[in-house]
């Protein structure tokens, strides 16, 4: 049982390149979430799915888009990198709220990512 | 929609000694809320949450946090510190009927010293 795993944990880009991030669950949640760390400003929310083919935005989605074709998989991408899009990304997961007794989201290891 | 405060961005204390890392919130609806922990170069881990029931929950490592809903706060506590303590702690929040989405404080790093 891995839990939450993100691809790659590390990432360099240029101004205007573009990549996928990968984040891969294996506790059957319905929920997923795509966080940024930022220093001095914690967690904010990018976009988030709450089942297999839906997606939604969150408090700051411009320039990245998000795909949920399969339960176990996020994917994040970023289009055309800018600078402004450096920053540690957190991949996380869950059951729904209203539907268990315990909640917790559970979050991968992260991924830092540089733009140049 | 909800907001996080957490007024402290760092807490430094001795080890032994006790703590509280603050947390006040702001919603017009049910709240659930809960306490994160991130040790260097980490994802985040529950520490507590409060969903319903008794305002005192209890969480891991000792830890501790009261719900007070006439002052929107969320207080962290732990009686006595340890050295392995020392991370960033974050407060959330996610309201009723939100898809569990999460808003998170700015986060306030504790530093444990000898």
């Known amino acids: 049982n891995a839990g939450v795993t993100q691809t790659p944990k590390f990432r360099v880009l240029k101004t205007g390149q573009s990549m996928t991030l990968l984040c891969a669950q294996d506790m059957n949640h319905e929920y997923m979430y795509w966080y940024r760390q930022d220093p001095g400003m914690g967690l904010r929310l990018i976009h988030y799915s709450v089942g297999e083919g839906t997606t939604a935005k969150g408090e700051v989605p411009d320039g990245y888009n998000v795909s949920r074709l399969k339960k176990q998989n996020f994917l994040l991408g970023l289009e055309s990198a800018a600078p402004s899009q450096t920053s540690v990304y957190f991949c996380?997961?869950?059951?729904?709220?209203?539907?268990?007794?315990?909640?917790?989201?559970?979050f991968g290891p992260g991924t830092r990512l540089t733009v140049t | 929609a909800q907001s996080v405060t957490q007024l402290d961005s760092q807490v430094p204390v001795f080890e032994e000694a006790p703590v509280e890392l603050r947390c006040n919130y702001s919603?017009?609806?049910?709240?659930?809320l809960f306490w994160y922990v991130q040790y260097p170069n980490q994802g985040l881990q529950l520490l507590l949450k409060y969903l319903s029931g008794s305002t005192l929950v209890k969480g891991i490592n000792g830890f501790e946090a009261e719900f007070n809903k006439s002052q929107t706060s969320f207080h962290l506590r732990k009686p006595s510190v340890h050295i392995s303590d020392t991370a960033e702690y974050f407060c959330a929040v996610s309201e009723a009927g939100t898809a569990s989405k999460l808003t998170f404080g700015t986060g306030t790093r504790l530093q444990v010293t000898l």
């Open positions: 919603s017009s609806v049910s709240v659930y």
């Open positions: 996380a997961s869950s059951y729904p709220l209203e539907f268990v007794s315990s909640y917790e989201q559970y």
